[in-house]
């Protein structure tokens, strides 16, 4: 299985995470993950990144890399749809920790989500 399952498509708003605290969680904008099978997102605390995303047989399985503020990362997820609605998954920080998450269905941001910031571009703002 490869392609994002209808049900899981489209944008979703986290609204919890397990390990890393709720306080914050829209430092840039509303914490956000697209599955929408191009082109897609996350932005949640200071992460901004692109997401590539594909179906498994549990759920939605992915891969993303942006910034933390300006420090590259990297990482993977997955998740799945509860009977309830909500998506229910993990995010991994490659040689960091984890967290499980809560996200809502939810509307297209109004603009388009930023590019993650380069490294170069810390030391520009000086």
Not at 1 to 23: A, C, K, L, N, Q
Not at 59 to 65: A, K, L, P
Not at 86 to 100: F, N, P
């Amino acid at each position: 299985m490869e392609e994002i399952p209808r049900e899981y498509r489209g944008w979703w708003r986290i609204v919890h995470t397990e390990t890393w605290v709720d306080d914050g969680l829209d430092d840039l904008g509303p914490a956000l993950l697209s599955l929408t099978g191009g082109g897609d997102r996350l932005r949640m605390h200071c992460l901004l990144a692109h997401v590539e995303a594909r179906g498994i047989k549990s759920g939605v399985s992915f891969t993303w890399h942006g910034a933390w503020e300006y420090d590259p990362m990297s990482g993977r997820g997955s998740a799945r749809l509860l009977k309830d609605g909500r998506l229910r998954g993990r995010i991994s920080i490659r040689d960091g920790d984890s967290s499980g998450f809560t996200a809502e269905r939810a509307d297209p941001p109004d603009r388009p989500l930023p590019d993650p910031p380069a490294y170069r571009d810390k030391w520009r703002q000086w």
